[in-house]
């Protein structure tokens, strides 16, 4: 059985924080390790980059893995499927609050791997005494502040968007009403605001995209 750092969430991603790659441009794995083995090690970075019981206990991998397949203990099914490779790592740390999405590579467990191995890499910059303050750690840190209106991952979580803004007036099985009035409620014109609107338009796009409109 893999063995989960004990005060590691894990959860489903609602949204991707950026465009996902094209399964075309996934690259095959490179690594021959286990998940056990990532997840050891994914154990001992989190425990690297905190000071306090708080920052290791906000750690937290979301995968692309629905709800229902995860069980009662808040891992997933060792058959469950990801509905895309992608995962996203974040935790408070001692350098400030890290985020790291990934996926470059065809399954989430190699994404994972890539995680922790880059965040190895990136602590043992310090191996020399170069930098003082965390410093190679600040493009992650502006990840979150920077990044343009995430897409939706899927299907279902731009419905739930959907269906949050319109009270409802409509229905996931209505897709084209839900639209509509989402339009209607987040248009700047209609005392909506721009950012809103423009998630709804991305939302409308993901259910052209899986021939939902």
Request: net charge neutral.
């Amino acid at each position: 059985m893999n063995d989960w750092p004990a005060r590691l969430k894990v959860g489903p991603i609602s949204e991707w924080p950026c465009a996902l790659t094209p399964s075309s441009q996934r690259r095959p794995s490179p690594f021959s390790a286990s998940l056990g083995s990532t997840l050891s090690a994914l154990n001992r970075e989190i425990y690297q980059l905190v000071d306090t019981l708080a920052q290791q206990e906000s750690a937290e991998l979301l995968i692309a893995i629905p709800a229902s397949q995860f069980r009662q203990d808040g891992r997933p099914y060792a058959r469950a499927l990801a509905e895309h490779p992608g995962v996203i790592l974040s935790l408070d740390s001692r350098h400030g609050h890290l985020s790291y999405p990934c996926d470059t590579f065809t399954t989430w467990q190699d994404n994972l791997r890539a995680v922790v191995l880059a965040l190895e890499a990136l602590r043992k910059v310090d191996r020399y005494g170069v930098t003082k303050r965390g410093e190679q750690y600040r493009g992650f840190l502006a990840i979150e502040a920077t990044a343009a209106p995430a897409a939706f991952a899927t299907a279902s979580a731009a419905l739930a968007f959907l269906e949050s803004l319109v009270g409802g007036w409509a229905s996931r099985s209505e897709p084209e009403r839900l639209v509509r009035g989402a339009k209607r409620v987040a248009h700047p014109d209609t005392g909506g605001d721009a950012a809103t609107f423009q998630r709804v338009s991305l939302a409308e796009a993901k259910l052209r995209e899986t021939g939902l409109l």
